[in-house]
């Protein structure tokens, strides 16, 4: 979907909170249809990026993983 977004969760090390940040804000052009809302609309979706990005650093550490995959 989103193919400027890099994997963020990785077996070498975590990934940071700008990491994610910097993941949400494609993500969030890609649902709202907006590249910059206009003023009206920046608040709310200032905010869902905040918000993806915060739930997405969450997930990784709640994903269960039967084994490493060989060569990672």
Known sequence: ????????RTYDEPATAQEFDEAALPFMRK????RKPAQLNED????A???????SQRLPDQLRV???PAGR
């Open 1 to 8: 979907m989103c193919r400027s977004i890099k994997l963020l």
């Open 31 to 34: 649902i709202s249809d907006f």
């Open 44 to 47: 709310a979706f200032n905010r």
């Open 49 to 55: 990026v905040s918000e993806i990005s915060v739930f």
């Open 66 to 68: 039967p084994s490493h």
